[in-house]
């Protein structure tokens, strides 16, 4: 099929322009064609964040997308707490949580798929007994439900804040004083679609409070709860008042040689949906970042 750009999709991504021009198709299925190069700009095959002019002529090659399903791969798993319902995972830095487009293998699911067999199926094939979500290269404790019903028992913990996340911080520069809170809603960067701001008058509630746990000449070790679950929002808030993550490019620190960014999960405490105890779960801080800690005393 061909489609013909005009002067109003000057400045969109490819990948957007699809979505809006080919409303039918999933947008996992629109990215996989054009990796596969199926989608021709006047004869070339581009990325998905190519930016259009509006002057062109783009060849659209339909083909059928293998159904996505998360399978599982022996891999290594930490393993913090584990009963009939929940399962808590240490996740290292680096591991994506769950499959999807352009990822298939190498997944938090896939690993406990393998070790636990089947789980809840709430969050569909891709995504079965995820409740929540670490960014990619964010360590620490996250939470599995194994089955439906602990799925939608911790879905409503999450929903009306019973769940209390602690996280250990490292960020650029010195706070004045020794704890604060920061409610700037969060919304997606109109700009660079990977990132989200807290610079914009609207977006979604979100809400971080902070505790200085040490001092640095240059950086400050912090203790973070978050009472809203947004997307980067701890690093999104951070940087919003000029403190952000050590190791986080994207939202504008300097390079570093920690090789991530220094931000861990380190606590979690829930409900069971058992027992109805409370429970609460820590997890370590990895060794790359107490090695990084030895370097600044």
């Given amino acids: 099929m061909w489609l013909e750009t005009s002067a109003a999709d ?12 080919l409303p039918q198709y999933s947008r996992a299925r629109l990215q996989n064609w054009i990796e596969q190069g199926r989608v021709q700009i006047n004869g070339a095959a581009q990325k998905r964040s190519h930016v259009l002019k509006g002057t062109e002529r783009i060849e659209v090659q339909p083909a059928e997308l293998p159904p996505l399903h998360a ?9 913090l707490y584990e009963d009939g319902d929940v399962i808590a995972i240490n996740k290292p830095a680096g591991m994506v949580v769950h499959t999807g487009a352009g990822r298939h293998t190498g997944t938090l699911v896939n690993a406990v798929l393998h070790r636990f067999g089947k789980l809840s199926t709430v969050g569909g094939d891709l995504r079965p007994g995820i409740v929540h979500r670490l960014d990619r290269f964010t360590s620490g404790v996250i939470l599995i439900a194994r089955t439906d019903a602990a799925h939608r028992h911790l879905a409503t913990q999450f929903a009306s804040r019973q769940v209390e996340k602690i996280y250990v911080t490292l960020v650029h520069g010195e706070f004045k004083n020794s704890q604060g809170r920061i ?9 660079r679609r990977t990132r989200m701001t807290a610079r914009l008058e609207h977006g979604r509630q979100a809400i971080t409070s902070y505790q200085v746990l040490k001092r640095f000449a ?6 973070v709860k978050i009472g809203t679950g947004r997307t980067h929002q701890i690093r999104v808030h951070l940087a919003s008042i000029h403190h952000p993550v050590v190791g986080d490019k994207l ?9 991530r960014y220094f931000l861990h999960a380190r606590q979690i405490t829930f409900t069971s949906p058992g027992s109805g105890q409370r429970i609460t779960v820590p997890a370590p801080l990895p060794a790359d970042l107490e090695a990084y800690l030895r370097t600044l005393r």
Wanted: no cysteine; net charge negative.
């Fill in 10 to 21: 000057r400045g969109k991504r490819l990948d957007q322009f699809l979505r809006e021009r």
């Fill in 183 to 191: 409610t700037t809603p969060i919304a997606r960067d109109p700009v």
């Fill in 71 to 79: 399978t599982p791969e022996d891999l290594p798993l930490d393993i």
């Fill in 218 to 223: 240059d950086s400050t070790l912090l203790e």
């Fill in 251 to 259: 939202y504008g620190a300097p390079a570093s040689s920690l090789g």
